[in-house]
């Protein structure tokens, strides 16, 4: 298992017994959308190469979950990334797309996307704030309309894209 630590922090690869306080984290962000406690296990367990979770002290307080897209192998695309409210604000979700970039699995991947709604400024910050550390660009684009989701009060969704970048 890649496991990199960095002063309190440990940064690694979701293992299946992480889902549970994973989802946690989700639902305590009050942010994020909360899927399934099943999709988090199914995510920790099969997609654990392209994500990663913090650890404090025994206690996840960080998470990213990503995918290399089929259609696309040179293109990691990250679905959430989340932090624990008491660590906000000291870089750990860029640490964490850094630690992701930074793996074998990711060694094909130029390009990172991620969809991010209109309100949601540290995701914007995130992903453009990535771009300047990588030295490239980040391309913002429309993804997903309110219309385009079944129920109502949902943002539009516009997709960030970073990159080309080499690792």
């Given amino acids: 298992m890649e496991k990199q630590t960095r002063g309190d922090y440990?940064?690694?690869?979701?293992?299946?017994?992480?889902?549970?306080?994973?989802?946690?984290?989700?639902?305590?962000?009050?942010?994020?959308?909360?899927?399934?406690?099943?999709?988090?296990?199914?995510?920790?367990?099969?997609f654990a190469d392209t994500s990663v979770v913090i650890e404090q002290r025994g206690h996840i307080v960080g998470f990213v979950s990503g995918f290399i897209q089929p259609a696309a192998p040179d293109t990691l695309f990250i679905w959430q990334v989340a932090v624990d409210e008491a660590e906000r604000g000291k870089g750990l979700g860029t640490r964490m797309l850094l630690n992701l970039?930074?793996?074998?699995?990711?060694?094909?991947?130029?390009?990172l996307e991620a969809t991010v709604s209109p309100s949601n400024i540290p995701s914007q910050n995130?992903?453009?704030?990535?771009?300047?550390?990588?030295?490239?660009?980040?391309?913002?684009?429309?993804?997903?309309?309110?219309?385009?989701?079944?129920?109502?009060?949902?943002?539009?969704?516009?997709?960030?894209?970073?990159?080309?970048?080499?690792?």
């Fill in 101 to 111: 970039l930074g793996r074998s699995s990711c060694e094909h991947v130029h390009f």
């Fill in 126 to 167: 995130l992903f453009q704030g990535l771009a300047k550390k990588l030295n490239t660009v980040c391309e913002v684009r429309e993804c997903f309309s309110t219309e385009d989701f079944p129920e109502n009060g949902h943002e539009d969704e516009l997709i960030y894209r970073v990159g080309p970048f080499f690792t």
């Fill in 10 to 46: 440990s940064f690694r690869k979701p293992v299946k017994d992480d889902g549970a306080d994973v989802w946690t984290l989700i639902k305590n962000s009050s942010v994020l959308d909360l899927n399934s406690p099943y999709s988090y296990l199914m995510w920790c367990e099969y």
